[in-house]
C-alpha cells in the first residue's frame, strides 16, 4: 500500500524527531557557486569536515558568462563567488567540475547526463529546481544554504515529511505540444500554490510517453507549483538513458542496480493524499501571458476577462498586466517580440536544441529578433555539433552560445534589457527575473523557435513540417 514516494522516503530515515523532523540521509549533495559559500563558511568555522566528499559534487553555473569563458570574469561579484568556490572544493577535497572544462554545466543538466543522478536516491542542492532530478525515480529537493552545511557535516538532513500527490496525464500529446506544455497547463490548473506541501508523482500514458528529456523539463517545474519535488518511477526509458554514462553503475554491479530500480514503483492500491488526473488532449502549445509561471494561456486563448479572476486576485492580475504592458481578453498572437531565450535547466538539453532547429530550418532569424541559445552543459553542445544542428542554426542566423545559466536570471551578463519582450524557455518570469524592467513569456523550444524567425508570437504548428 505504498507509494513510491514512501518507499524512498522510509529507505532514508536514519532516525524520526518525537513531534518534530525526520532525519534523512541523503545521497547525493550538488552545490554551485550562489548557495555555498556560507555553508563552507561555517563548516570551517566550526572546525567540520565534509563526512562523505565523495557525494558532494561542485559547479559554477549561474554566475558563468556565455562567452569568451577562456577569459578571466569581468564582473567581480560574479567572479568572486566562481573563484571562492573553487578554493573551498580544494580545501574540502570535492569534486570540482570547473568552468570551461568538458565536465562543466548547469548542474542539474550535468547531474542526470553523467549519471550521478540515480533511481531511488535522495538528492538535494542549495537550488529550488533540484526538483529537476526526480525524473530519474529520485527524491530530490531544494534546500536552503543552513541545511547544506548540515549535509556537508553530516550527509543527513533534518525534513518534514511532505504529502503525497499523483497527477496523472492520459492519453496521448498532440502535435506540437511538448513537456513545457504540460508543465505551463498544470500550473495554471493548480495556480503556483496549488501543490505547496505535496511531493508529486507524475503518471499516466503521457508521461510515460516522454523521452527523460521531457520528464526532466516536466520535473525541473514542479517547484513552480508549490511542490516540494516531482518524480516519475523509472522503467525502460530511464535504464536506457542511464545505461553507459559515466558515473552509473557497471557490469554486474548495472544488472543489480536495475533489478531494483525496476520495484521503485507506488504499489496498486496505494494511497495518495491527493490525486488529479487530466487529458493530454485538453492541452496546447502554451505561453505564459503574467509576472507568475502560473498566469498562462493556450497560444491561441486570450488573456482571462477581469471578472473572471477571483476578486481577491484582481489588483495583482491588473498589476501583473500592467508591467508586461497587456490589456484582459487581448491575444497575444503576433505580439512584437524582441528577445528569445532557449536554455536553462528548463530547456537547455539536445532535445530542445533539435526541436528549436526543427523549426528555423531552412527559415532566417527575423532581424528584430536577439537570440540567445545557450545549451546546459558542454556535453550538450558537444553533441550539437556532432549532429549538425549548429550548422542548421548558424544557416538560419543563430549561433550556439557557451554553457551557463544564462538569461534564466540576471546573475551574468545575458541580461533582457528594460521593457524588452523575451520568449523564454526558463522557469520562471517573475518581474526583472530576466534583468531589471525586462519582460518574460514562458514557453517551449517550439514556441521560442516560431517567434525566433517571425518576430512575433507564433503557433508553432503553423510551422512544423
Known amino acids: 500500500m505504498n507509494t513510491l514516494f514512501d518507499k524512498i522516503w522510509d529507505k532514508h530515515v536514519v532516525q524520526i524527531v518525537d513531534d518534530g523532523p525526520t532525519q534523512l540521509y541523503i545521497d547525493r549533495l550538488y552545490c554551485h557557486e550562489v548557495t555555498s559559500p556560507q555553508a563552507f563558511a561555517g563548516i570551517r568555522e566550526r572546525g567540520l569536515k565534509c563526512f562523505r566528499p565523495n557525494q558532494i559534487f561542485c559547479m559554477p553555473d549561474h554566475n558563468t558568462p556565455t562567452h569568451d569563458q577562456d577569459k578571466p570574469i569581468e564582473d567581480p561579484v560574479s567572479k568572486h563567488q566562481v573563484d571562492t568556490l573553487a578554493k573551498n572544493c580544494q580545501e574540502f577535497g570535492l569534486t570540482h567540475f570547473a568552468m570551461n572544462t568538458k565536465d562543466n554545466g548547469i548542474i542539474h543538466v550535468v547531474g542526470p547526463e553523467k549519471g550521478l543522478t540515480l533511481p531511488g536516491m535522495t538528492i538535494v542542492c542549495g537550488d529550488s529546481h533540484t526538483s529537476t532530478h526526480g525524473a530519474v525515480g529520485a ?17 543527513c538532513i533534518l525534513q518534514q515529511k511532505p504529502k503525497s500527490m499523483r497527477i496523472s496525464i492520459n492519453g496521448s500529446l498532440k502535435k506540437g505540444v ?16 496549488g501543490a505547496t506541501g505535496y511531493f508529486v508523482e507524475y503518471a499516466g500514458n503521457a508521461v510515460r510517453e516522454l523521452s527523460m528529456e521531457g520528464r526532466l523539463t516536466l520535473c525541473n517545474l514542479s517547484i513552480e507549483m508549490g511542490a516540494r519535488g516531482g518524480f516519475v518511477a523509472p522503467d525502460e526509458t530511464t535504464f536506457s538513458y542511464l545505461r553507459g554514462r559515466e558515473y552509473a553503475p557497471k557490469g554486474e554491479e548495472w544488472d543489480k542496480a536495475v533489478a531494483y530500480w525496476k520495484t521503485l514503483k507506488s504499489d496498486e492500491d496505494a494511497v495518495f493524499d491527493k490525486e488529479l488526473t487530466f487529458d493530454a488532449a485538453d492541452i496546447e502549445p502554451r505561453i505564459t501571458y503574467g509576472t507568475n509561471p502560473g498566469m498562462g494561456i493556450g497560444i491561441n486563448e486570450k488573456i482571462p476577462a477581469l471578472e473572471s479572476i477571483p476578486e481577491v486576485g484582481q489588483a495583482s492580475f491588473l498589476k501583473s498586466l500592467g508591467y508586461m504592458g497587456f490589456t484582459p481578453v487581448e491575444s497575444l498572437i503576433g505580439k512584437p517580440v524582441d528577445y528569445v531565450f532557449l536554455g536553462a535547466c528548463t530547456n537547455g538539453r539536445i532535445e530542445d536544441f533539435r526541436a528549436f532547429a526543427s523549426i528555423v530550418q531552412g527559415r532566417q532569424k527575423a532581424a528584430s529578433i536577439t537570440a540567445w541559445l545557450v545549451p546546459g552543459s558542454w556535453a550538450v553542445y558537444r553533441q550539437a555539433v556532432e549532429e549538425g544542428l549548429d550548422q542548421i542554426l548558424q544557416e538560419a542566423g543563430f549561433e550556439i552560445r557557451q554553457p551557463g545559466c544564462s538569461a534564466c536570471l540576471a546573475m551574468n551578463d545575458d541580461k533582457v534589457p528594460a521593457g524588452k519582450l523575451c520568449v523564454s524557455t526558463s522557469n520562471r518570469n517573475f518581474e526583472g527575473r530576466q534583468g531589471p524592467g525586462s519582460r518574460t513569456i514562458l514557453a517551449s523550444p517550439l514556441v521560442a523557435a516560431a517567434a525566433a524567425v517571425t518576430g512575433v508570437i507564433t503557433d508553432p504548428r503553423e510551422l512544423m513540417k
Not at 513545457?180 to 493548480?190: G, H, Q, R, V
Open 139 to 155: 527524491v530530490a529537493f531544494g534546500i536552503g544554504t543552513s541545511e547544506v552545511e548540515m549535509v556537508m557535516a553530516s550527509q
Open 178 to 193: 511538448t513537456a513545457k506544455d504540460i508543465a505551463l497547463y498544470l500550473m495554471a490548473k493548480l495556480t503556483t500554490s
